[in-house]
Structures are given as C-alpha cells and as structure tokens.
C-alpha cells in the first residue's frame, strides 16, 4: 500500500495539483490513481506551464486553428476538453466514493476575480460546458468573489473555493458554503450530492512572513530573549496558521447550524491544503503534507511533491497539534515588530495578480503559435 493510500485511511484525500493532455493519455495519470491519487486541480499557471510549454496540444491547436478560433477561444476548448477527460479517468473513484473524491476542478478566468455576476455566470458556462458530474468550478475567496459561491452552491454547482490565506476570510467561505445550502433547502431542493472544498494556501504564508521576520529578529541584539523567540517561528506561521483554520472548520461544521443541513444529506465543506510544495530549500520536501494530515481535509499536491511523499513522507494525524502555540505566535508576532495578519492579508491580491499573468502568457504563446500557424499554412514548425 502507498502513502497516498494509507493517507486515506487516515481521512486526506490526495488530489494532484496538475494537469497536461500528455500525462493524461500516456499512462502516468492512471498510474498515479492506482497509487492513489483520487482527485485533479488546475488553474492558470498550470494551464499555462502545460500548454505553452509542451508539444502536446500542437495537433489540437492546429485544428482550433483552422477553424478561426481566436487564443481565448482556443484555451477554452482544450482546456475543457483535458477537463473532461480527466473526469472520465477518475469517474470510477468518483461512483466508489460516491462523489466525495474523482473531482477534477477548472478555474473561472481570473480576470474575473472581482466580478461577481461575470464569476457567477462564468461558474454556470463552464459547468454546463465540462459536463460531467465530477467537475468542480474553482471561484477565487475574494470579496467579490464570495457571493458568487453562495450563488453557484444555490444552483446546485459543486465549487472549488481558492485562493484563501486568512482565517477572516475562511469564515466567510464557510458561511457562503453553508447560506447557499440553506437557499436550496428552503426551496425543496436536494442538497445531497454537492461537494465543496475550501482551497487554504498554505506555503506562501512562511514565503511571504519568514524574510520579515528574520529581520526583526536581526534588528535586536544577538542575546535577547525576543531575537530567539522570533527565529523560533520561522517556517511556522503557515502550518500555525492552517492548524488554527482547521480548528474553526471543525468548529463550525459540528455547530447546530451544520446539524440541520446534515439531516438533509449536507457534506461539510472539506480544508484543501493547496500550495505545499516547499519553496525554501532549508525545509523538508514533505512539511506541508506531513504536518497537515487530518480527518475531512484533502491536500492537492504538484508532481514532485507527490513524488517525494510517496518516498519518505509521515503517516500521522497532525493536524490538531500544537494549537496553543499556534495562538501564542499570532498573538506575539504582531507584538514583537510583525505584522502577520497583514501580511497574510497581502496574499489575496497577489495571487490573483500571479494568474492573470499565467493566463496573460498563455494567451500571448497561443497567439504566437495561431499566427506562426496561419503563416505556414496549418503546419506547426
């Protein structure tokens, strides 16, 4: 039995964070599911990466092409097509799972991430396009973004909540989760088979307040007590941050609120620990999963992380631990020259900033590759 598998029986689903029509009709994704993987994510930088940056979609591109598809138009059709395709692949472990795993999630544009009725209307467009029972439509927790989870949930579209960072906004995301379920109940609909998670970023968190810390820590001499403390918490206010994430989550989820909606056929609305590749080297390859590890939660995993905990990861509920500390850092960093919920805070708009430009940059390489077509008259060179 792998890790993936065993990590099963502990409660994580293992979902893998990338998507290329090559992986897909090769033989390395279906051997990944047999290894357990049960579930797919993508965005735009993925998108990106694969498309732009691979041969694989050249003959596809080369027929799009011929039909006067523009690169917008052009990204639509395949990206929905590798969406479709990896919902098929993962369609038996959707129907043994009865729909908690086998979930393949595609993203609404990002230019849209402070649109509400575009994000709305995009979640329903692509929904309706992909056309499979296990898609999931990723909305990004922005301000605008939030009401147009409640409203998809309300239309009875199973969402991929993204882009979350902060505590304060993961308590509006489960409350938006929990509204639109109430909407459909009130109206006599079924809410029995719509699956939500909530995507929590966990890496960019040490990213972004390591190097602030570590200067406030070299701002004060080389004996005091507060210089220790700080370097203490390094590498720690990411995994501190979604331990405390998760405590609320079971919080609110074993509330009596939760209760009613349960006795209807509700699910809660899983933690996805998204973004835990390690991106200092000084840490090892597998923190983010190895300390993560919970009941209900589902941590999306790139190909090399994967790749590493199926090698030397832990096997071990860890999640619950520490939380006292967990509380203690936020509380004394802000106090010791750190100010960590606004720098989590800053998270959120850089990160749509980071895939409107992935998306900026596919479409430019798909225009690129479009005119070089038209130009050697449908041969790709």
């Known amino acids: 039995m792998t890790?993936?598998?065993?990590?099963?029986?502990?409660?994580?689903?293992?979902?893998?964070?990338?998507?290329?029509?090559?992986?897909?009709?090769?033989?390395?994704?279906?051997?990944l599911v047999r290894e357990g993987v049960v579930g797919v994510t993508s965005n735009p930088t993925i998108f990106q990466q694969a498309i732009a940056q691979s041969s694989d979609y050249d003959?596809?591109?080369?027929?799009?092409?011929?039909?006067?598809?523009?690169a917008a138009q052009i990204f639509d059709r395949l990206s929905v097509e590798d969406i479709q395709e990896a919902c098929d692949r993962l369609r038996s472990v959707y129907e043994k799972t009865k729909g908690r795993?086998?979930?393949?999630?595609?993203?609404?544009?990002?230019?849209?991430?402070?649109?509400t009725p575009g994000t709305i209307a995009e979640a329903q467009r692509l929904h309706k396009l992909v056309s499979r029972d296990n898609v999931m439509i990723k909305i990004p927790a922005?301000?605008?973004?939030?009401?147009?989870?409640?409203?998809?949930?309300?239309?009875?579209?199973?969402?991929?909540?993204t882009l979350i960072f902060s505590r304060s906004r993961y308590e509006q995301v489960m409350d938006a989760y929990l509204t639109g379920l109430e909407r459909r109940v009130a109206r006599n609909e079924p809410i029995d088979s719509i699956v939500s998670v909530a995507s929590f970023f966990v890496s960019r968190v040490d990213s972004k307040a390591d190097p602030v810390i570590e200067r406030a820590a070299q701002a004060l001499p080389a004996g005091d007590a507060r210089r220790k403390?700080?370097?203490?918490?390094?590498?720690?206010?990411?995994?501190?941050?979604?331990?405390?994430?998760?405590?609320?989550?079971?919080?609110?989820?074993?509330?009596?609120?939760?209760?009613?909606?349960a006795a209807k056929g509700a699910r809660v609305q899983r933690p996805l620990w998204a973004s835990t590749s390690t991106k200092n080297p000084r840490y090892p390859d597998t923190m983010y999963v190895d300390e993560l590890i919970g009941p209900d939660t589902v941590n999306t995993m790139p190909p090399q992380t994967?790749?590493?905990?199926?090698?030397?990861?832990?096997?071990?509920?860890?999640i619950d631990r520490d939380l006292d500390d967990a509380r203690r850092m936020f509380r004394r960093l802000p106090e010791l020259g750190v100010p960590i919920d606004q720098l989590i805070g800053q998270l959120e708009p850089e990160g749509v900033t980071a895939f409107a430009k992935s998306y900026d940059a596919l479409l430019a390489s798909l225009e690129a590759k479009r005119r070089d077509l038209l130009a050697s008259g449908g041969r790709p060179r």
């Open 142 to 161: 922005t301000e605008e973004g939030v009401p147009a989870i409640t409203a998809s949930i309300e239309k009875g579209i199973c969402i991929n909540v």
């Open 3 to 31: 890790r993936a598998q065993r990590l099963l029986e502990l409660g994580q689903s293992v979902w893998l964070d990338f998507i290329r029509r090559g992986h897909l009709r090769g033989g390395e994704f279906d051997g």
């Open 101 to 115: 795993d086998g979930r393949v999630s595609i993203e609404v544009g990002p230019k849209l991430a402070h649109d």
């Open 306 to 318: 994967l790749e590493a905990f199926q090698d030397h990861g832990s096997l071990e509920v860890r």
């Open 229 to 261: 403390e700080l370097e203490s918490y390094l590498g720690k206010s990411a995994i501190a941050n979604a331990r405390l994430a998760y405590a609320r989550f079971r919080e609110v989820f074993g509330e009596l609120r939760m209760q009613r909606l």
């Open 59 to 70: 003959e596809a591109l080369t027929k799009l092409v011929a039909q006067g598809l523009d």
